[in-house]
Nanobody
Framework: QVHLVETGGGLVQPGGSLRLSCAASGRSGSSGIVSWFRQAPGQEREFVAAIRRSNGRSYYGDFVKGRFTISGDNAKNTVYLQMNSLRPEDTAVYYC????????????????????WGQGTEVAVSS
């Protein structure tokens, strides 16, 4: 059983930065693929970023456009999402997901590729 815990959310002004953390337990820190999705009120869950734990290959949603960076620390079994130049439209609950199936690696942008999810951390961007 894989357990994921997200931390680091909060209230930030437009243009500010936050770093989200996703701490995993129950599985090797160097296996699988870990993602961040977000969900704003009344909206569907949206892909933000993902990283392959074995080689660090990363994937990003189109809206990120260089503002966010995903990274991993296998020794700590933790994945980070550094978010810069935050905008009000980035306001959402951010969820961490982990997948270990073959198709998890083939479709990293798909919500269905991830079998394990954290409880989410809220990010609010407002002046």
């Amino acid at each position: 059983q894989v357990h994921l815990v997200e931390t680091g959310g909060g209230l930030v002004q437009p243009g500010g930065s936050l770093r989200l953390s996703c701490a995993a337990s129950g599985r090797s820190g160097s296996s699988g693929i870990v993602s961040w999705f977000r969900q704003a009120p009344g909206q569907e869950r949206e892909f933000v970023a993902a990283i392959r734990r074995s080689n660090g290959r990363s994937y990003y949603g189109d809206f990120v456009k260089g503002r966010f960076t995903i990274s991993g620390d296998n020794a700590k079994n933790t994945v980070y999402l550094q978010m810069n130049s935050l905008r009000p439209e980035d306001t959402a609950v951010y969820y961490c997901g982990a997948g270990f199936r073959g198709d998890s690696f083939s479709y990293p942008y798909s919500y269905a590729s991830y079998d394990h999810w954290g409880q989410g951390t809220e990010v609010a961007v407002s002046s």
